[in-house]
């Protein structure tokens, strides 16, 4: 042992004799360059203040932050709401005026419905309001375990969760899914809780053209092209296309087959956002997969609200129980949050009672849609934007007067003049900043199967007459 | 890995720290009680008295601060750390089994059709959901049949494959005593005043909107419990909302956005984690509790400004909630309050636990402190738990409920409130303000403070290491190991009595609790009885650790908190 590392060492020498000189030089260089960075004043990255505390103190002094919110001027004061008295069904209470509805998105007028309210009583008189905690700490009551199989069996898929709020349902269910790195395909005019769902998976997101299918699947392919390049992380970024079935933004029926076609080409999963289909379009109400006949399985995860057809409150995801259960551990909406009031949930299986049993209200909903989207054809200065068989759709400005302000401004004049004829209107709302693609403003005509025929008749006459009395007046005021 | 559906989020793993939180951040001021000024407190001197620090702190305190957390045990903590080994590896064994088909794979598996898709989970997300979770699953999720009121109903399951599926076998546990719910005062009632107001809406509204706030769905109901509130909590004025959570994490990103900070406690609730995230503000953490850990922070933030730009910072909004649902501390709110007025900070309180739970006249944690509900910017809060109801509050200054009605997203986007339990709110807050003419509502705010207090003391002398503070109704009681979480709950639910119990990620990995909410409505008996309970439960799973021991305090310096910053 000894005797070997001595002749080593003696090697070792050797070869430094036998060294060129210009390697000695350099290495001993190289060993000075070590030293030198050994003993130099350390570097850091972080600039170090050598504030003294009296400095410190003068720079807390100093600062003044900003305002809570900004300061509002007083001649801009904030807008107030309409203020409903009495209850928001077919009848509605305006500033004090009575109006016929044509606002709320209660279709299929259970709102107002008798035999929903009583079961909402019953159940009251079962369980009180509140549930006094989240699904996880007793909070889970029968009627939640009922209204879930219902809203699964009702939508002919394995499995469904319900949320306490309509919005939270697909803003918690997309970053249940998609995380930090993966990649969401979605439709531009997207309504705002699916662009907040987005913003908190942040995920990498990619938008294309509303309802444009050979934009999709031009991204898809640049996707394709990459993934070629990078085969191992394609093979962990899970790919998600987020669509509605109806879109709120502009009452435009998504092109679902196309879409399930893609999704199988590029091996994309599809999240579809149904609160506005979900009980209106298809012979039974199942929503927009119904409408073309696609096998729901063929749709990773349905999401909606109850808020609207159903008119109580809160929201449901469905699907296999392979997508679905995966939210019962990782949807925040519904781990962190108190449940469902057991008497809207009882609501909810009430009003899905009355769904199965007439499947006529659809098809009356759905002919009433027409019916006032024909009326309400060729006004001069209005355009209807959005399919005929929505039962929400929108009127905007034939042409902008080039100021949102103003458009909205006149928009808002139409709809005080149908308000105080009895009809009851609203424009269409959104945060101007916060919205991705800001959709142009707009008047948003609801249809529900509680206006008669007469009241449409009336709704689309006074639209016209306003929009010739109050377009016709700025145009010539111009 | 054991439980995600719980109330307390939890970003990151602190182990062992937290067990030197006694007193954090607070000089050991004088120690002793100081007079009460609150009739309804009786005067608890208890022999371990002097393991507590008060907190006088230059007489910002009017009461004492008495927040205790016993360190954990050396030989628990080993014991539990190995708990989690011998768990860990078994459930690679049956990882292993089940990858070459000898045990059978009870997962739901991808459509068949689908299968070379990327796949949904990576495998190790559900490691512990599967190997671990699964084991004690059961504790979770039990659906109950009947009011969540003193006593409730639970719906019996059983499960014959090892908890994968649950069987309801259509019998019901009567009469359990409900110790779970945030059922605080006692307003989770089917009958009486509340029930009867929200019946009587209910008949006449129906129970939707079908509308947001800014369109068609602003009831005069909704003003007037706007107005309602604003009285109660003493602001200027307040805004409702149909989702506690949704209140958090929609109207955050309403106030404070890129350029401005956020110093969010640790064990803020995920909603608050989430709105702050969503608001694009970048975010910086403190110390559980620990004013010096946020006093570091404010100067730091102040000092350096934004990171590499160094411009100054637009605002800085400090986050903070009342009562911690999971660890049952209060916030040290004067010192807070001290803190934002001294750095010109802004203050969003979360009172979610804390409103009609604290306080003589049940007005949260600000009043409990006898402080001015003008100190804090924002006060927010929750109707799902005093209240009996859903739905959660913002209070402030005019201005800022102005701000808020044009820019919040749940005003613009989300259906308002639902009509009955609009009412329900408005009937109880009347009655804790006293203005139905009873004192039902002070009756139960003063049998709340009793209950806790008398409740908490009982398991101190038994011997269990309980975490918070003395006034706090959110009681967690030690457990520790992974095995003792399923085995309290059950064992507990034999003796008819239904608990909370938490483990990680809401907590801590080694720190898994149970935890038991008082409520108004429990009598002395059923106390009793689950003192009796939890006594027999204690000694059949050795859950009395407490050595009574003095708490370190917390002296050291603190390690740099993360940063967050949205790009």
Request: hydrophobic content about 40%; some cysteine; glycine content about 8%.
């Amino acid at each position: 042992m000894a005797s070997g590392q001595q002749w080593v060492l003696v090697e070792m020498v050797q070869a430094f004799y036998e060294a060129p000189a210009y390697h000695l030089i350099l290495e001993g260089f190289l060993i000075l360059w070590i030293v030198r960075l050994l003993f130099s004043k350390t570097y850091k990255l972080q600039e170090r203040s050598d504030l003294t505390e009296k400095e410190k103190e003068e720079l807390i002094e100093d600062w003044q932050p900003e305002p809570l919110v900004p300061l509002v001027s007083k001649d801009h004061p904030p807008p107030k709401y309409d203020v409903v008295s009495g209850p928001t069904s077919h009848k509605i209470i305006v500033n004090g005026k009575e109006c016929i509805n044509f606002a709320s998105f209660n279709f299929l007028g259970l709102l107002d419905n008798e035999r929903v309210k009583n079961q909402a009583l019953t159940s009251l008189k079962k369980y009180g309001v509140g549930t006094c905690g989240p699904r996880g700490f007793y909070g889970t009551f029968d009627v939640h375990l009922e209204l879930e199989e219902r809203l699964a069996k009702f939508m002919r898929t394995e499995e469904a969760i319900i949320y306490s709020y309509g919005f939270a349902t697909i803003a918690s269910a997309i970053p249940a899914y998609s995380k930090r790195g993966d990649i969401v395909f979605v439709d531009e005019a997207a309504c705002f809780s699916i662009q907040k769902g987005l913003q908190a998976s942040r995920s990498n997101i990619k938008y294309f053209k509303h309802n444009d299918m050979d934009d999709l699947e031009r991204l898809l392919k640049e996707l394709e092209t990459e993934d070629q390049e990078n085969p191992r992380k394609a093979r962990v970024t899970r790919r998600f296309i987020v669509v509605e079935g109806l879109y709120i933004n502009t009452g435009d029926i998504c092109p679902l087959p196309e879409l399930v076609q893609l999704k199988y080409k590029y091996k994309v999963r599809i999240l579809l956002e149904e609160s506005l289909s979900f009980g209106v379009l298809g012979e039974h109400g199942r929503g927009v997969t119904e409408h073309f006949g696609v096998n729901i399985d063929d749709i990773d995860l349905i999401s909606a609200n109850m808020e609207n057809s159903l008119a109580s409150i809160g929201g449901f995801c469905c699907g296999r129980s392979f997508v679905i259960d995966h939210q019962r551990l990782s949807g925040q909406g519904y781990c962190f949050s108190a449940s469902l009031p057991p008497m809207l949930a009882a609501a909810a299986i009430e009003a899905l009672n009355i769904m199965e049993e007439d499947i006529d209200i659809f098809r009356l909903l759905r002919d009433k849609c027409k019916h006032i989207h024909s009326a309400l054809q060729g006004i001069s200065g209005l355009e209807v934007v959005g399919e005929s068989i929505s039962p929400a759709f929108h009127l905007q400005l034939e042409k902008s007067t080039g100021s949102r302000e103003l458009d909205v401004k006149l928009l808002r004049g139409i709809i005080d003049y149908c308000m105080n004829r009895q009809i009851a209107l609203t424009q269409a709302h959104y945060l101007d900043k916060e919205e991705r693609f800001l959709p142009p403003p707009s008047i948003r005509v609801v249809v529900t199967i509680e206006q008669t025929e007469e009241e449409l008749e009336k709704a689309a006459s006074l639209i016209k007459e306003a929009a010739q009395h109050i377009l016709q007046h700025t145009v010539l005021g111009h | 890995m054991l439980i995600r559906m719980t109330e307390s989020s939890v970003k990151k793993l602190s182990n062992g720290d937290r067990c030197y939180r006694a007193s954090n951040g607070v000089k050991p001021g004088k120690n002793g009680c100081v007079k009460n000024h609150y009739l309804y407190q009786k005067q608890h001197c208890y022999p371990e008295e002097k393991i507590y620090h008060v907190a006088h702190n230059g007489g910002l305190y009017k009461r004492p601060f008495n927040e205790v957390f016993e360190e954990t045990p050396m030989l628990v903590a080993v014991l539990t750390y190995m708990g989690y080994g011998i768990l860990t590896l078994f459930g690679y064994l049956r990882d292993f089994l089940r990858d070459w088909k000898i045990e059978k794979c009870q997962n739901a598996t991808e459509r068949e059709e689908q299968k070379d898709f990327v796949p949904l989970y990576q495998d190790f997300e559900n490691f512990y959901t599967r190997n671990l979770y699964m084991r004690i699953r059961d504790s979770w999720n039990r659906p109950i049949c009947s009011v969540p009121g003193a006593k409730f109903d639970v719906m019996d399951r059983v499960s014959y494959d090892y908890n994968w599926t649950f069987k309801y076998t259509g019998k019901v546990v009567k009469d359990v005593i409900n110790m779970g719910s945030y059922n605080y005062l006692g307003f989770a009632e089917n009958h009486g005043l509340c029930a009867d107001a929200a019946a009587d809406v209910t008949m006449k509204y129906g129970v939707g909107v079908s509308s947001t706030r800014r369109e068609m769905g602003n009831l005069a109901k909704h003003e007037e419990l706007e107005k309602l509130v604003a009285r109660f909590l003493g602001v200027e004025a307040a805004m409702a909302f149909g989702m506690g959570f949704a209140t958090n994490s929609m109207n955050i990103p309403a106030l404070v956005g890129k350029g401005c900070l956020i110093l969010s406690d640790e064990l803020n609730h995920a909603s608050l984690v989430l709105g702050a995230r969503l608001s694009g503000a970048t975010i910086r953490v403190f110390k559980h509790n620990n004013m010096q850990s946020l006093e570091k922070l404010l100067r730091d933030a102040i000092v350096h400004g934004q990171p590499r730009t160094h411009r100054p910072w637009k605002k800085i909004l400090i986050l903070v909630e009342g009562i911690y649902s999971m660890e049952g501390s209060i916030i040290r709110l004067p010192e807070v309050i001290a803190l934002k007025k001294k750095y010109k900070a802004f203050l969003y309180l979360d009172e979610a636990h804390s409103i009609g739970a604290l306080g003589p006249s049940g007005k949260g944690v600000v009043e409990y402190f006898g402080l001015d509900p003008k100190d804090v910017d924002i006060m927010m809060g929750t109707f799902t738990k005093s209240f009996g109801a859903a739905g959660g509050y913002i209070g402030g200054k005019k201005e800022l409920i102005d701000y808020l009605f044009t820019h919040s997203h749940s005003a613009v986007y989300a259906t308002s409130m639902s009509p009955p339990v609009v009412e329900q709110i408005i009937t109880s807050m009347k009655c804790i303000m006293g203005e139905d003419g009873t004192s039902f509502g002070r009756d139960r705010i003063q049998q709340l403070a009793e209950n806790t207090r008398y409740f908490r003391r009982k398991l101190q002398e038994m011997g269990f290491i309980i975490y918070g503070n003395n006034d706090s109704p959110v009681v967690p009681l030690m457990l520790y190991m992974p095995a003792k979480i399923g085995a309290f709950g059950r064992e507990m639910l034999k003796r008819n009595i239904g608990v909370v119990v938490v483990g990680f990620p809401a907590t801590p990995i080694i720190e898994s609790r149970a935890r038991f909410c008082l409520s108004a409505a429990h009598t002395k008996e059923m106390l009793d009885t689950a003192l009796r309970m939890i006594s027999e439960v204690g000694d059949l799973l050795q859950l009395k650790y407490s050595r009574h021991l003095l708490v370190p305090l917390l002296d050291r310096p603190f390690e740099t908190t993360y940063e967050e910053n949205e790009e």
